[in-house]
């Protein structure tokens, strides 16, 4: 790729991030949109605050909302969201720092360093026509001392990384203690949901669970809640809501006309209120006879409360039972958060489905080659050539020509990789995790992994999908191939960054798929509906898009500087961005207090040692053998210092120490409102769907038909 | 090797085996010998009631020690030694087992479709000078169909060794509970190590202690005992012991000639009994003051003992403080394992200590090759009379030619051998373990991947060094190396069971070197001195031992199965003699309750995996890659039986569940002799060379003049 292509992909991408801007600041200031661009506004009732009246202004552009967006600081956002979304924005903090430092010493130590060199001999007059590659390591003269000067940059490079490191995870562990210092009584702290439970015969798991715990747990065990098997009441319960909508439809609509409908083909005219009404009543009853009937479905998983935290934590850490497989314990999660129709099979159903999974993942991961090495070929436009021939006058454009390789590879993946994360979501579902949260962190990893692999490996290695696999079965291979491709990837990664980081972070803001949603939303019913629920942020999709910039980043830092600025582009926008989002659009929909951050460390690890194995090849290429046998124990340090991080932080991520628990409990003792706590969380962890069907029929018809009697 | 060569090295090890079983059975009945032979019953005072006079019988070498080593049940093995013993035998019952099924399918089955091959087509008419390889997989032809009987016998017999494993663990399992519900209250029961302990300025770290669990275990905290650097006070007081000694020696002697020595060169003659009493007198004191001055030397470390194992187990495995480097918490071990000098030393340098173990050991396998290499051109017979041209002659002596490449290798590589337990005990100290029983079940893992590797690997690939090394990087090219070098070594490890194996075990039984030195010791001081102590059996060395025999069986079950009946005979007779041994000759020194156990499991699974490995580079170069292809899903589907395994099983060798703690302690509830119990529990932990001296002297001089107060 030659400069002036790259300089049309930026020019292009600016010019859409513009006009997203543009777009965004006029059409969140129209109320019609309020839903679309401060739904946590609309659900708050402000939206009246703002004046129905047409007002010119509200057709100019303007920068308020950056200002409304950089404005609270980290403890107002807190208050706001929560520690997750707090933890998320700290992603963005970090790799500020990160390319921040990393900018200086690329684009000022090592870019001219690269610049200068005479190894690409290929020479243009023309400055807007030179290769990009001659901004990269690949410049450098074979042997050539100012190779030693990359090396201590990886050297300084890693060491400011690894501290950033440290002091981010420190930082937020003390947020995360912090935050459970200052958080009420929650039912989650008091709870853990045990599995496997055993049964003796003449008994069932409900009397088991408490013939145990009243038992061993003699004082501080307070009650249990079983999990019983609601698939086909979750069926008819969500049959329910839908009549239900579509009952209270009717009914606001009051448009006779549609009133009546054929009973059958030739059946005679009946009231479709009246049908309705007498169809939700059927399906309510139907519900009923199954919520009675379900009392017997148990399955071999509880959720047991105690007194306190510390007792509950004490019985979640230790071995119940003298079999292993049995009074499995887990740290319950938040009852909203409950995902309800978990996998409650056996011990070793649970263990064979993550294998599977395991597997399934392998082959997804494998098997998305294809479309990618398609999309290869589309990039390169010999290979379009030859398999369009009636295409050739237009590919000979020079517009069109860098339409292609800056902009159109990157847009297709883009639209391959938008089916992953449902799918990443299902795996992770099956593989057992009870909670929505554990779920989106399974499959943020998994798609962390997924993207490096089919993203960054996929393109560097660039043969066939088998070649690429067998080269793990060669490791002392790697590090010469990937010094060899990573390299001359560069400017596909960096028109990458520029395409699909800049537009995807400013469609972000702009919301688009929402917002034509809602047009076609108000097109077809006439006016807004006015049920509508506040999305929460899809952390499995984000971060590793997030991360997956950050690898690019930290892997290039040494061979092709000139990919930095870009990314601080990108890293400056997502910062206000997803600050903007969070604050208007995004509600929490559950807390897990920052457990997403360990995933960010190890892919920092992680690209800290890719970036040292790609040196060490790179060295070697570059005839400099000493360079790289010096660079081995780099890698080696970084994992001692990620062991050591792991040792020192990962726990507190994982649960609280007696010393939390013990004071939070100590302050509760003096809390007069403690026993009605005990009241709501012995029943807060009951199935949403086994809860009395109780209709609150509001006039807004903001509440759903089946609520639980006390959330 | 040729058949032959295996009769004279079988002959002449059965010679010696019979040679040490009848010495054996004479030497026992010597009332002389009781100490080497029978020191248990010495150190029950059992000795008296042997005839002293002499009698014809005594010199007659009976049989009857096998039919007492024989007769009694595992129960009664249980009550006279411990849990660890019953496990240790299992070892020898699990191998029989596992021996006797693979023997019946390898000699009937395998053997006569290997000798019927003819791919080896060096025919000798003489069947004694037959080679050895034309019993192997080797002499099958290439593509024979026969060789699907080897695919099948693979597949049996992984299925019959893991159903054993399964078997063997539960059992073990079971029997740990059982064991651990019949036990009296002991210390380590209700104790923690504590390390790690944070300390605020103006208080000490026993206070620190104090405060911590006074707050967070108001209700189950009993007391703690610091730890305290005594290094110095142990070599002070192992200096009293020898004075003392001296001291009683001379005393019983009553020796006037011997009294009296010279003070200085041209001093004047002193009495040596006054010279020894005085200096046994400084020493005291000085032990004393340092004793009191220590009390200040405190180490952040403690045990810390609760009111009930409950309470105990339940602050063992949850984290205590918010950093979780502090406050880390350990199972404590017995008070008499306690290994007193260990590492108390910060979390990071014990972290540290423990990289720079695994280094060491890693560094020390792979050097140690340079002896076997050498010991590999010893077993080579050209080789010698290339080195050593003036041997020629003797060297071509049929039988000196026989005995050197059927015996001299092994003998050379167990003397070479023999230095390495110790060196592993001394790194596995260094890794910060607290107790011999840790530290032996540390040097015990390492004794056996040191063997595998120096005398399995280092043999099978015979290559140089660092080409040994460099097989890791390349994971493809194992299974056919391994394939062509496994089946060519066949010969060697049969004469490597018989010499190695036999000689070992029997020697065993004969104690040649502690009957050395007793007769040793009777001849230098003129009587049987009368202090002595009871050995016990050094785990770390006699299980790697047994192990490698376990490795080499089930490796070669496919390609030799002629090595199985050897093997065979070597488990019987090892059954026999360590079970005579343990209830003759060994005491317990420690109880871990069968924690070796996972180690045999851990290396039958690694040796099934490696027969899986090497049959499917067979199968490769027999020409039938179809099965080769069907074999590869067999060690995955064992690895995963192993991975089920661990969590199965694993976690009831690691701690006790509630269920079986909170059962004791309910018992306890009843027992009047808890509060004695209580009161010996907070000085059960103190170091013993911190008891105060006090000297028991009695007449027979046994006790040593240092006891704690309360053992």
């Known amino acids: 790729m030659i400069l002036s292509a790259l300089l049309t992909s930026v020019g292009i991408n600016l010019g859409l991030c513009l006009l997203f801007f543009t777009l965004y600041s ?28 047409f007002n010119f202004d509200r057709l100019l552009p303007t920068a308020g909302w950056v200002r409304r967006a950089w404005q609270p600081s980290e403890d107002e956002l807190l208050s706001v969201t929560n520690l997750d979304a707090v933890v998320f924005m700290r992603i963005f903090i970090f790799s500020l720092r990160v390319f921040g430092f990393a900018s200086i010493i690329g684009v000022f130590v090592l870019l001219p360093i690269n610049f200068l060199g005479n ?3 290929v020479d243009f007059s023309d400055f807007a026509s030179k290769s990009l590659d001659s901004f990269s390591i690949s410049n450098v003269d074979d042997g050539s001392n100012w190779l030693w000067v990359h090396f201590c940059a990886a050297y300084i490079f890693t060491g400011v990384v690894c501290y950033l490191l440290y002091a981010e995870f420190s930082y937020i562990s003390s947020k995360r203690i912090a935050h459970f210092y200052s958080s009420k009584p929650q039912p989650h702290q008091f709870t853990i949901l045990v599995r496997g439970i055993p049964v003796s015969s003449g008994s069932n798991y409900s009397e088991s669970v408490d013939k145990f715990f009243t038992e061993y747990y003699s004082s501080t065990y307070l009650s249990h809640s079983m999990v019983r098997r609601t698939g086909k009441l979750q069926r008819l319960t969500s049959d329910v809501e839908k009549v239900y909508r579509t009952l209270a439809r009717l009914k606001s609509e009051n448009n006779t006309q549609q009133r009546f409908k054929r009973d059958g083909i030739c059946g005679r005219k009946v009231d479709v209120l009246d ?20 009392a017997g479905k148990e399955v071999p998983a509880a959720f047991v409360s105690f007194k306190t935290r510390l007792s509950a934590a004490m019985a979640l850490h230790i071995q119940q039972g003298t079999n292993p497989t049995e009074w499995i314990t887990e740290s319950a999660p938040e009852p909203q958060d409950v995902h309800w129709p978990f996998f409650s099979s056996s011990f070793i159903k649970r263990w064979l489905s993550k294998l599977v999974v395991v597997v399934a993942v392998a082959a997804l991961t494998i098997l998305f080659l294809i479309p990618v090495v398609f999309v290869q070929g589309l990039a390169n436009l010999d290979q379009l050539e030859t398999w369009f021939p009636f295409l050739t006058s237009i590919l000979n454009l020079t517009v069109v020509s860098e339409v292609i390789t800056g902009y159109l590879p990157s847009l297709i993946l883009q639209l391959f990789l938008s089916f992953v994360p449902p799918i990443m979501i299902v795996l992770s579902s099956m593989e057992g995790y009870i909670s929505f949260s554990q779920i989106e962190k399974g499959a943020c990893s ?19 999908a088998l070649y690429q696999v067998s080269i793990l079965f060669e490791p002392t291979e790697i590090p010469g191939l990937l010094a060899d491709g ?18 995807s972070v400013s469609s972000e803001l702009f919301r688009m798929v929402p917002l034509i949603f809602s047009i076609i939303k108000r097109l077809f019913s006439g006016k807004d509906s006015d049920e509508f629920e506040v999305p929460s942020i899809s952390y499995h999709k984000v971060i590793p898009k997030v991360l997956f910039f950050g690898v690019l980043g930290i892997t290039y830092f040494l061979m092709a500087p000139l990919i930095l600025p870009f990314l601080l582009v990108y890293c400056c926008l997502g910062y206000l961005i997803y600050r903007n989002q969070l604050l208007n659009v995004y509600a929490p929909k559950y807390e897990t207090g920052g457990r997403f951050w360990p995933i960010v460390h190890n892919s920092t690890i992680f ?11 790179l060295f070697g290429l570059k005839e400099i053998p000493l360079a790289a046998g010096l660079t081995i124990p780099l890698p080696l340090l970084t994992l001692l210092f990620n062991e050591y991080c792991r040792k020192r932080f990962l ?7 007696v010393e939390c628990l013990a004071k939070k409990d100590k302050e509760d003792h003096s809390d007069p409102s403690m026993d009605a706590f005990y009241d ?15 209709r609150r029929r509001s006039t807004d018809g903001h509440s759903s038909p089946l609520l639980p009697a006390d959330v």
Not at 36 to 51: C, D, G, L, N
Not at 275 to 294: A, F, I, N
Not at 651 to 657: D, Q, V
Request: aromatic share 12%.
């Open 275 to 294: 049908y309705y009404g007498k169809k939700l009543e059927d399906l309510e009853d139907t519900v009923r006879v199954e919520q009675s009937s379900l």
């Open 26 to 53: 006029i059409l969140k200031k129209q109320p019609i949109n309020a839903k679309v661009y401060a739904p946590r506004a609309v659900a708050a009732k402000e939206e009246s605050q703002q004046s129905e009246g």
């Open 607 to 617: 690209s800290l040692v890719l970036m040292h194995i790609i040196a060490i090849g």
């Open 680 to 694: 709501k969380l012995s029943t807060a962890y009951e199935d949403p769907v086994l809860m009395p069907i109780r």
């Open 486 to 503: 990573v390299p001359a990837q560069a400017s596909f990664f960096i028109s990458y960054v520029v395409t699909s980081g800049w537009t």
């Open 651 to 657: 726990p507190i991520f994982k649960s609280f120490p």
């Open 119 to 121: 190894q690409l001999t």
């Open 446 to 464: 998994k798609m962390l992994w997924f993207t490096v692999w089919n993203i960054f490996f996929a393109n560097v290695l660039s043969g066939t």
